[in-house]
Each structure stands twice: as structure tokens, then as C-alpha cells.
């Protein structure tokens, strides 16, 4: 009995896996769409001034340790994109595990914590994103430094904390909010310990702040945007019906699919939640998350799947807790049901995550017809200076859709030199120049 219990984390762990990979493996690394041309362009460490410059440079955003796994992945598949998206399901599930962690440092057992893990993993919104689209990694980069600062937190290590609270910060901004969210936490902590409030939090959390400082300093040293001076798809907004609008939007997407999960279980297990010591604290340490995570994104106009990944972990946290205490008080009987709906849902739900994941994958795969097309016309006209691109924006596999802005990038990254690229949205381009022409989602060079 002891080695079957023993087994079982393992047991779910695998099987989470494998659900994972099944629906992400068919449709990771298949292009570079907008903003990737940009990270794998610029990131192409060739000399150690390079090296010395992953630290301070930026294009509008500060990111140094995203561009960090970017010039590693340029520097082992170069410009073969199955490898960059091999690098995001590899972030997805070190992801899934560090929550996991977190979980286990609330009190969780690990098997139900391997339940929270899936709960956030196998959420619609926000993950396909994410792993899918390479860019998203940021996303994914700024869940697994923070989870660890949490679980640091929680566990009593504040060098810990303040070291993944830096790397964190300098994944992605909305982790400046981490000081803040951590005192919260260790606030809430504290009644755990017969250390005063304040000594306690001020124990665990001062690296957390200096790390802000720290990252402050860095920044400043850096061309990146701040709210004063954001382009208008970052500029923050104030109006109260915007504000709303994203309450909405980004409620629903962090904490519907926990909330189903929730109702799923108790209907199998016919018993109704109840509010308990140990749920009330993981309500409270789950607002304190949410509102923190949330603080920021909820001003930005520019409404992203991506800003629900990371607060998606408070509600996974309070649905953990609610299964333990469903598990805690059923019957074996009901223990079977529950394994059963939990292993055999996801598998029947599978063609609704491939259907969900179409949308990057078509895009993805026009940029690297786009990119073999470019390609050829340099190999066949090496003198050629400029590329006139006929787009066919009748469907969404467009370069409109694939590139936005961000065309001329791309041909860069593509030809390994500057090639003007003009867009004809009419019938004929200049003469003289070679033409890419898309039509019905179809490439052809002339």
C-alpha cells in the first residue's frame, strides 16, 4: 500500500504530461509571428558585447531575461523555429511544477497539487497563447520566477524569494507588484507563527524590495517605455467603463475554467463546499494574488489572454484546496469517479483545445512559407533590394495577421539583410522587383 500511495504523484504527474504534450506538441515551434522576429532578430549573440548588451537592451520593453532564452535558442536552432517552440512547452510544464511546489508549501499533498498544476495548465484562455506563440514565453517566464518567489516566501527563505522576485521583474513588468503581493502573504502567514506581524514580514520580504530596487536601477538605465510615455496600445486608461470591460474580460478568463472544475467535482461528489479555516486563508492569499497580478494589466487598453496567466494561479490554489477538503470528506466510491472525470475530461475535451490552438498554428505556418519564399527570392535574385508582398486579407492567414507592423523585420531576419519590403493591396507591384503573392492562403513568388 505504501508504494502504490508512493506512486501515485507520479502517476499524475505523467498523466498530466502526456494531456499537455498532446495538446500542445502538434502545434509548437511551426513560425515566427509578429513580435518573435523582433526577439530572435535582435538577441543573435555573436560576441561578448553582445552578451554584455542582453542586459540592457530593449525595445520598448525591458526584458532581459526573456531575450536571455531567445539568444540561447537562436544560438542552438538558429533560425528554425520547432526549437524556440519546443523552449515554451519546456517553460509550460516548469511552470505546472513550480505551482505544484507552491502548492505543496500551503500545505497541499502532492498529488492534489499536481491537481492544481492542471487546473492552470489546462485552463482555454491564456496558456495557448503562451506556449504557442513564441513571445508569450514572457508570460511563462514571469509564472515560474514569481511562483518560486511565492513558494520561497512561504517556506521561509527570503534570499531565495528576493533573487527569483529580481529574475521575475526582469521576465516582465507586472512583477514590480511582487513586494506588495509577498507582505500580503507573509501578513497573512503570520497568524501561523507566534511572530509579530511586522517582524515577520519585514524578515521575508525585504530582499523582495530591494530587488525592486535593484531592477528600478537597471531600468533606468535603459530606453523603456513607461506609462507617461507608452505608445496608446500601453498607455493606461482611467475611464470606468474600460476598467470594467477589462474586469470583465479578464475575471472570466482567469477563473472560469477553475470555477467549472469546482462545480464538475461537487456534482460528481454530490456535496456542497464549505468555507473552512484553511479555505478562508487561501481565499485571502488568493485576492491578495489576483489583485496584485491584476494591477497593472487592468489599465492597459491593449487587452491581452496573456495578462490572465499569471493571476489564473490564484483561483487553480483556492480549487485545490476545495478538492482536498471534497476528497478529505467522500467515500471511495466517489474517489473513483473523481480520478475517472479528471483523467477522462481532458482527453474528450482535446478537440476543443486543437480547435482553440488553429488560430496561432495557421499563422505560424504562413510565416515559415513566407520565410522559405523570402528565402528563395534571395537565393534567386541575390541583387535584389526590395520585395513587393501581395496580401490577401479575405482569411485570417494574412501577413497582416502574421506580421502586423513588422513585415520589414521579418524579411530582415529572413534574407540576413536589409530588403525593403513594400506591401501592394492592389493587383500589380512595381516592376522590375520580385513579388510574393498570397492569395486564398496560398503563397507563390513572382
Not at 510615455?229 to 500601453?234: C, V
Not at 488553429?358 to 520565410?371: N, Q
Not at 486579407?393 to 495577421?401: E, G, K, L, Y
Request: proline share 4%; hydrophobic share 55%; glycine share 6%.
Amino acid at each position: 500500500m505504501t508504494a502504490r500511495r508512493a506512486a501515485t504523484p507520479l502517476v499524475a504527474a505523467l498523466v498530466l504530461l502526456t494531456i499537455l504534450t498532446a495538446i500542445y506538441g502538434p502545434g509548437i515551434g511551426k513560425g515566427f509571428v509578429k513580435d518573435d522576429v523582433v526577439w530572435v532578430g535582435a538577441n543573435h549573440v555573436t560576441s561578448w558585447n553582445d552578451v554584455h548588451a542582453l542586459l540592457f537592451r530593449t525595445d520598448g520593453f525591458y526584458r532581459p531575461v526573456v531575450a536571455t532564452t531567445f539568444a540561447l535558442d537562436r544560438a542552438a536552432y538558429g533560425l528554425e523555429p520547432f526549437g524556440f517552440g519546443v523552449t515554451n512547452l519546456i517553460l509550460l510544464l516548469i511552470g505546472a511544477a513550480a505551482l505544484a511546489y507552491l502548492a505543496t508549501s500551503l500545505g497541499l499533498p502532492v498529488t492534489t497539487a499536481i491537481a492544481v498544476a492542471g487546473v492552470w495548465a489546462l485552463n482555454f484562455h491564456a496558456v495557448n497563447m503562451a506556449v504557442l506563440w513564441l513571445s508569450g514565453r514572457t508570460a511563462l517566464c514571469v509564472v515560474i520566477a514569481t511562483l518560486l518567489a511565492a513558494a520561497a516566501v512561504v517556506r521561509g527563505r527570503p534570499v531565495v524569494a528576493g533573487t527569483a522576485a529580481l529574475v521575475a521583474m526582469l521576465a516582465k513588468e507586472e512583477a514590480v507588484m511582487l513586494p506588495f503581493i509577498l507582505s500580503g502573504w507573509a501578513w497573512v502567514l503570520a497568524e501561523e507563527s507566534s511572530e509579530s506581524h511586522t517582524a515577520r514580514i519585514v524578515r521575508l520580504t525585504w530582499p523582495t524590495w530591494l530587488a525592486l530596487a535593484i531592477y528600478f536601477a537597471l531600468r533606468a538605465q535603459t530606453a523603456a517605455m513607461t506609462p507617461m510615455n507608452a505608445t496608446d496600445a500601453y498607455r493606461f486608461v482611467l475611464s470606468p467603463g474600460a476598467l470594467m470591460g477589462n474586469a470583465l474580460e479578464y475575471l472570466d478568463r482567469a477563473c472560469t475554467f477553475s470555477a467549472i472544475v469546482v462545480i464538475v467535482a461537487h456534482l460528481i461528489a454530490w456535496r456542497r463546499p464549505a468555507i473552512t479555516p484553511a479555505i478562508t486563508r487561501v481565499l485571502l492569499l488568493a485576492a491578495i494574488w489576483f489583485a496584485g497580478t491584476f494591477a497593472l494589466t487592468i489599465f492597459v487598453p491593449n487587452r491581452s489572454s496573456l495578462y490572465a496567466l499569471l493571476p489564473s494561479v490564484a483561483p487553480a490554489l483556492v480549487t485545490g484546496f476545495l478538492l482536498q477538503q471534497l476528497w478529505d470528506g467522500s467515500a471511495r466510491a466517489v474517489h473513483r469517479r473523481l480520478v475517472t472525470a479528471a483523467v477522462i475530461l481532458p482527453i474528450l475535451l482535446l478537440p476543443v483545445y486543437w480547435s482553440r490552438n488553429v488560430r496561432w498554428v495557421e499563422i505560424a505556418e504562413l510565416s515559415s512559407e513566407t520565410f522559405a519564399a523570402i528565402q528563395r527570392v534571395v537565393g534567386e535574385r541575390p541583387d535584389a533590394d526590395r520585395i513587393v508582398f501581395h496580401d490577401d486579407r479575405s482569411t485570417r492567414r494574412s501577413f497582416a495577421n502574421a506580421y502586423d507592423q513588422l513585415l520589414p523585420e521579418a524579411v530582415r531576419l529572413a534574407a540576413g539583410r536589409d530588403i525593403h519590403a513594400e506591401i501592394d493591396t492592389g493587383q500589380t507591384g512595381r516592376s522590375g522587383a520580385p513579388r510574393i503573392v498570397l492569395e486564398n492562403g496560398r503563397i507563390r513568388v513572382d
